[in-house]
């Protein structure tokens, strides 16, 4: 909807009416073309402010709209319109303009933005383009090169950046829309012939063709097989050298395409996910909104080895004071020097003073006595992080919420061994902490609904995606690499190469194939769980064979690397060979590839030709089959958690949604007919063994991914 009132006696104010961001619903829609009508015809009217309710201006289009029968005007008349009229139009900026809520005020005369506003066409992280007019009026009012970096990053500006810009007239600290009232009045009666930005030449540098080469050669390449940011290139492009109608035409056209393409259902599809995995739930039936978090004043971290340093930072930049705490006196040294650098990088890339007064650093332990939340980082062994907790609970005030930056070990075993189990939950960060976006609060039965609300929302003050999931071994993301890394190595047993995988899962969109990946984290990582595992030695006494354990196939290709002192890009060599240690460029190594023909022979293995498609196939099916089993043992809420954790720590490529939302566009009948296709080729690999919920959903008709939460509640509502 959208209000109407007259103001300061001659301005029609609009105000748009559609909380929580004041979407452009039909409603919204109908109520601007109305208003603006009225507004125009009204004698007594001179000028017309636009604004949002609750100092919002408006977020875009409906994105819930999408994929529905459409109704209501459309937005590229009703937009066309305004900037037709006849009175100037001033957009009174505040909060959000984003994507067609920009579009809307790009339409505009004039536009006003209050100093905290926010401005963007964030649309191509939708799997769109801005398709109101954003791709043709942008380059004509900021020139090309600034509208190809908004419109194919979809990046936010702040209202000043938006001025530099040339995309607001002008920038108040006060009331925006009082503001706009008064200059609306100021400009009443003026020609308004040159502020109809779609009149505008498209102002094109000399070197154009270069230029869109240029842009569009590295946008495919940070796009991983996206088509979006493409087709936003293309209608730029169309912007600089087609009329104004006809750019417009092309506009339509190419969103026609993004529009139906599976990529722009998987990206919005990402965008809810996102939001969806806020509203987190326990088995137990504790939820996001009847759990109350604790304040949370000051942090500490223990242990400042890589994880450490990285948590300690992104906890300063969400301007916590922070305890930092570390033994050994030359690993705290190095770890101060660490922290201040990337604390300083980080101010200057943000244009901000860095926060490093809020730490202070101890080599004793007592020094959290007054915090309010521990993150323990240190080494990954039970004995030593139980010892730390055990000081801890000692240590601290009452009430102190335990948390373990843990990626394999049990949570529910530490918490065991506290007199407050309640307090303890995991805080599962990702390399770098201060730079992945990606938190894991992992609860275990014991962990109170409020020590897990408190760490949500820490999370997210830390600008994370955090994601609450239960205790298992590897928790969720790391639980489904198992199976993917175990595939990658078979196939390579079987007569794959590196490269060849590599080359399947890029191809796919990751932005990084699984032994370039290994190769980047250090082989090493990997090799010392499968020692403490005991996988690493085959029990020759018992007559098991090098390539069995505990009654499954096992490939000891890592281990074997490892021997050989290869730990990937650290050592120069892993996978790949690389120039020297710590180089980032991998070369095919023949090493390695004769090494393979030697591993193949002498475990009488006859190389086959293998596919891509069977790459992806084993891979991936492999990794979504143990999402189903971790829905069916409710370690994850929903598809969505897994989704979102995949999409945000994992390299999942957004355009294709998430493990889950791609099963579900594959078609779930046809995961489980592959995977019990590569079952029968693999009787001894039991992560290939299809799990009970994909059948069961295959068996009710393979329902939509909205609806699989139903069948996994009713399952387990029967156990
Ligand atoms: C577009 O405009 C296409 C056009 O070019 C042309 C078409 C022809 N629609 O994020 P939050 C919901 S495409 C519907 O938690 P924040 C959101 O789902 C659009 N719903 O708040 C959530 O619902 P719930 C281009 C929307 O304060 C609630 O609002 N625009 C929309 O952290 C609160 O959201 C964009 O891409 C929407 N457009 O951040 C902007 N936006 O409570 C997308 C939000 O049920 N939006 N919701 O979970 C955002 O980036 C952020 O929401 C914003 C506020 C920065 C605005």
Known sequence: MALYSRVSGFVGLITLQNPPVNALSAAVRQGIVDMVERALGDPNVKSVVICGQNGNFCGGADIKEFGTNMSGPPLVPMIDAIEAANK???????????GGGLELALGCHYRIAHSKARLGLPEVTLGLLPAAGGTQRLPRLVGVPAALNLITTGRHVTATQALQLG??????????????????????????????????????????????????????????????????VQAVRAAATLPYSKGMEREQELMATLFTSGQARAQQYCFFAQRAVGRWRMPSGARWDTSKPRPVHKAAVIGLGTMGRGITVALAQTGLSV????????????????????????AKRHGVAPTLDRISYSQNIHAVAEVDLVIEAVFEDMALKTEVFQQLSAVCKPGTLLCTN????????????????????GMHFFAPAHVMKLLEVVYGPRSSPQAVATAMQLGKKMGKVSVAVGNCRGFVGNRM?????????????????PELVDRALEEFGFPMGVFRMSDL????????????????????ASGQSARIRQGSRYSPLGDLLCEQGRFGQKTGRGWYQYDKPGSRVARSDPW??????????????????????????RCLYALINEGFRILEDGIAAGPEDIDVIYVFGYGWPKHRGGPMFYAGMVGLAKVLERLEHYQQAHPDVPYLQPCSLLRRLVASGSPPIHRWREAIKKRQSQL
Not at 481 to 497: H, I, K, R, S, W
Not at 592 to 617: C, K, M, N, T, W
Request: charged share 25%; glycine share 6%; proline share 5%.
């Open 88 to 98: 100037p139009v001033v957009a009174a900026i505040e909060g959000s303009a984003l």
């Open 167 to 232: 995309i607001v007239d002008q920038v108040t600290d006060h009331n925006a829309v009082d503001v706009a009232v008064k200059f609306s009045l100021s400009v009443a009666g003026q020609s308004l012939d040159a502020r109809r930005i779609s009149t505008y030449p498209c102002p094109l540098p000399s070197d154009s063709d270069a230029l869109f080469e240029g842009v569009m050669q590295k946008v495919r390449q940070r796009a991983h097989g996206a088509i979006a940011p493409v087709a936003c």
């Open 323 to 346: 305890v930092a705490v570390e033994t050994q006196e030359k690993q705290l040294m190095e770890a101060k020097q660490a922290v201040s650098g990337m604390l300083e990088r980080g």
């Open 592 to 617: 390695l590839h004769s090494f393979l023909v030697e591993y193949r022979a002498r475990h009488g293995l006859v190389p086959r030709s293998i596919d891509q498609q069977e790459v992806l196939e």
């Open 521 to 540: 984290s250090g082989l090493d990582v990997g090799w010392r769980v499968r020692k403490r595992d005991e996988l690493v030695e085959p029990d020759m």
């Open 481 to 497: 690499l198992m199976p993917y890394l175990q595939q990658a190595f078979f196939l390579l047993e079987e007569g794959a190469t």
């Open 406 to 425: 843990t990626s394999a070990l049990d949570v529910d075993k530490l918490a065991s061994k506290m007199p407050n189990p309640e307090l303890v939950v």
